[in-house]
Every structure is written in structure tokens, then in C-alpha cells.
């Protein structure tokens, strides 16, 4: 069984920073597109930044410049540092991650359970 397991959220001050982990565990053979995605209230969920297993990434444009997605491989491990932190970024954060739990078999895609930052003075 896989499981992605999200920290590092809070309150923060608009201009603050935080960063967040996520962490895969359980039977993984390889971890490719890893994501994080946000979800404000009464909002859809939206893909805020990716990254590729290669390292390439991808970002929301609200995000460019003030979110850094970034992934260590040998922990598994994605996170997103997130700086000049606005009052509109406060969302449930979600890590998202396409993974091949035995070789040779197809990958599946996950979910972490979510965890809040909320940016508010």
C-alpha cells in the first residue's frame, strides 16, 4: 500500500514563508510526476506546481516566481517552498504523485491527505 504523507503547513503572515513536504511511503519501485494542487473554499482544486522525474517543472502563473517545487528522490520526497506568501494562496495544499508500486506493472496515482495554509495578518 502506498501512502503520501503532507507537513508544513500553518498561519503565516502575508509576505511569510513555509514549506511543505510530502513524503511517499509503503511498496514504491519508482515515484514519477510528483505535484502539489490547492483547494480554497467553494473553489475547484488547482494545480499550483509539478515536477517530472527528470526534474523538469511546471507552475501555475499565480504562483512563478514565489513558489519552488523541488523533489529528492532517494527520500522520496517532494517539497514546494513557498515565499511572499498572499492571502489568496491560503488553501487546502494536496501532493498528488503518479507511482509504480512493483516493476514492471503500471503506475497508479495518489493522493496525500491535505494539509491547510492559511495566510492572513
Known amino acids: 500500500q502506498v501512502q503520501l504523507v503532507e507537513s508544513g503547513g500553518g498561519l503565516v503572515q502575508p509576505g511569510g514563508s513555509l514549506r511543505l513536504s510530502c513524503a511517499a511511503a509503503?511498496?514504491?519501485?519508482?515515484?514519477?510526476?510528483m505535484s502539489w494542487y490547492r483547494q480554497a473554499p467553494g473553489k475547484q482544486r488547482e494545480l499550483v506546481a509539478s515536477i517530472t522525474l527528470g526534474g523538469t517543472t511546471n507552475y501555475a502563473e499565480s504562483v512563478k516566481g514565489r513558489f519552488i517545487i523541488s523533489r529528492d528522490n532517494a527520500k522520496k520526497t517532494v517539497y514546494l517552498q513557498m515565499d511572499s506568501l498572499k492571502p489568496e494562496d491560503t488553501a487546502v495544499y494536496y501532493c498528488?504523485?503518479?507511482?509504480?508500486?512493483?516493476?514492471?506493472?503500471?503506475?497508479?496515482?495518489?493522493w496525500g491527505q491535505g494539509t491547510q495554509v492559511t495566510v492572513s495578518s
Open positions: 498528488n504523485a503518479d507511482i509504480v508500486a512493483v516493476r514492471f506493472t503500471i503506475s497508479s496515482n495518489y
Open positions: 509503503g511498496t514504491i519501485f519508482s515515484i514519477f510526476a
